[in-house]
């Protein structure tokens, strides 16, 4: 019995001296790789007093770049350097110049981008699921040559199985499909019928494949937050709609829900496309042979917007997400208007709000008043007092669930994409906005946001500091996990 019983405790001490070891070496990692001071504080005490079960987090949550995804697209650049240049060649015709407060918000996201903001582009807003699906389905129903579908989560459900029929349509009559999904939004696919009836048709479908590799093994905390449909390299959709019945509005528990996508025609199609394309490459080392060229009757020569589509993650050089809030904050001058369903931004971005409405600037953030996600929904009510006070205008959206992504600085710039006000999608996730600068489409959006507002109804810092204790215990803890929601 003392025999067992010693080996028991040496087995323990073992552990825990291995442990230790670990989180030593996870320390070191954290200090030369953690974006901020506090992080690696809070990693490190976390490390130190609870190694068994902090090291195994850490290596899961506490990565922020993606390496694997920027060797593999350094490694098709070279391999692919043909196709590369068509796309280049096919855009470039259609650069536009940045000039006076175009220049003061271009520039900086241009170098953010890969992408260059292109002219001649038409981009029309689609409000909520049955205008956003009807417009993807009828411009997949006209297609000729291929069809690219990327989306978070696609659903095994009524919408689901309309995109899969149609896509099946399309494919027997010769078209070539793709279709890419992230594993964690759409983990429910894993072992359904619905991926093998698209492949049985002749369909290309998987999975992001975050996971790919063994260096990536672990990094669960990485996920492809994009939404992108391309027709034949001409007509792109990217927006806040997933592929699942509550985005047409037939949820019980949300009923409507208020969401916003964008239809691209013009050059700005095949930026959006080589986005996907670089999803598609690291998923299944295939390049698809697409095109790349717009023909003049195609395009609104002389007439059409200024679009940059601006894919932001994990494999930037710089934050793109946070600089891309950033600089259209910081350069707002009379209004910036943001919907956004979860509200948590990070230290930089929170001063930049309270900076931009104390230097007089008509600052308002819509989000929901129906939470989807219980600890982001909590986490965002601790911002609500400093925001107040600096005179930023906070507004619950109270007609069903805000979902749509969307943002309004002065009459010059609007963007629509997948980007929450998180650290998620701020670092963690793939994302991508399309950005305008158009007067005409700034004044659409304006629309569209003022009839949103009419569904809201303001709030300030006694919406948590005049709740209960309970209650802002609740907030407070949700708080401290910022980093990872």
Known sequence: MWEYFSEKVALGAIVVIIAEVLAVISIAHAIMRVRTAQGTWAWAFALIGLPIVAVPLYWVFGRRTFNGYKQTLKKAEQEHGEILKQAIEGVRAHRSPLVSEKHEYGTVLEKLSRHRFTKDNQVDLLLDGEATFGAIFSAIEAAEDYVLVQFFIIKDDELGRELKALLLKKAAQGLRIYVLYDEVGSHKLKHRQYKKELRAGGIQVTEFQTTRGKSNRFQVNFRN??????????????????????????????????????????????????????DWYWAVREVPDLNWTIKNDEQQEGEGMMVLPLPTGPIDKVEGGTLFFLNTINRAKERLWIASPYFVPDESVGNALRLAAMRGVDVRIMIPQKPDHKMVYLAGFSYLEAMSKAGVKMFRYDDGFLHQKVMLADNQLASVGTMNIDNRSLRLNFEISVVVLDTGFCKQVEKMLEEDFRHCHAIDGCDYSCRSLPFRAAVRVARMFAPVL
């Open 225 to 278: 937050h994009r939404k992108v449909v391309v027709v034949d390299g001409k007509t792109a959709f990217v927006g806040g709609h997933n592929v699942g019945d509550e985005y047409m509005g037939r949820s019980e528990r949300f009923g409507r829900w208020r969401d916003t996508h964008v239809r691209i025609n013009g050059p700005a199609a095949l930026s959006a496309q080589s986005v996907f394309l670089s």
